[in-house]
């Protein structure tokens, strides 16, 4: 077993480092947001058109990659939103087993029909023609458009890096069901993070509703 948390504290090192982009992802697109708004606005004024295709694309591209290499983060970190109002009332070798049985059934199965459905599309996206042969990226069909293919591809690399993160969280559930307090530790800091962000959230929540009021 230590050597099952030895990888998988492994894929949780990979997960953090390369989910430290999403703060460079976010600040880059919320320059290109504001960019895309202020140049739209600016246009109108001066009667010109200022804005691109390539910008607009550029910003849901930004959106696309945050929320696929996002992924592995909020499974590792346990900051998804949770609507199970039982789940919060059991302890920690009870929340294993709901943890575990959901990321065996279902969380695995769909992260791996996900990339299988996604090869194919991807390959043609690349200019894999149905002869094996190859030709041209696809290119967005608005003028100015970007390509296509690197974006797909990101689809296939977001669902890898969720199906190794659940791999590893079901060696820390295992752990905990084997009685190992290190993962218990370590799940149980991750739930303390989940916490703190809906406590953090709800204050934010109340602080709009006070002002609005």
Request: hydrophobic share 50%; net charge negative.
């Amino acid at each position: 077993m230590s050597a099952w948390l030895r990888l998988s504290r492994v894929i949780d090192n990979i997960t953090d480092r390369l989910s430290g982009l999403i703060s460079v992802i976010v600040v880059l697109a919320v320059i290109a947001g504001f960019l895309n708004a202020a140049l739209r606005y600016i246009g109108q004024y001066a009667q010109q058109t200022l804005i691109s295709n390539e910008l607009i694309q550029t910003q849901w591209y930004l959106f696309s990659l945050l929320f696929l290499i996002g992924f592995p983060y909020l499974l590792k970190h346990n900051v998804n939103v949770r609507v199970d109002f039982l789940y919060s009332r059991l302890g920690p070798r009870q929340r294993a087993i709901v943890d575990l049985a959901g990321t065996v059934l279902f969380l695995l199965p769909f992260s791996l029909l996900a990339i299988y459905v996604s090869i194919n599309p991807v390959l043609a996206s690349w200019g894999r023609l149905p002869d094996g042969s190859w030709g041209p990226w696809e290119v967005s069909s608005d003028a100015g458009g970007l390509p296509l293919a690197p974006l797909k591809t990101l689809i296939i690399v977001g669902f890898f890096g969720l199906f190794m993160q659940g791999l590893a969280q079901i060696v820390k559930y295992v752990a905990i069901l084997a009685g190992y307090h290190e993962a218990e530790a370590a799940v149980m800091e991750a739930e303390t993070e989940q916490a703190a962000a809906e406590e953090l959230a709800r204050e934010i929540e109340e602080e709009l509703q006070h002002h609005r009021a």
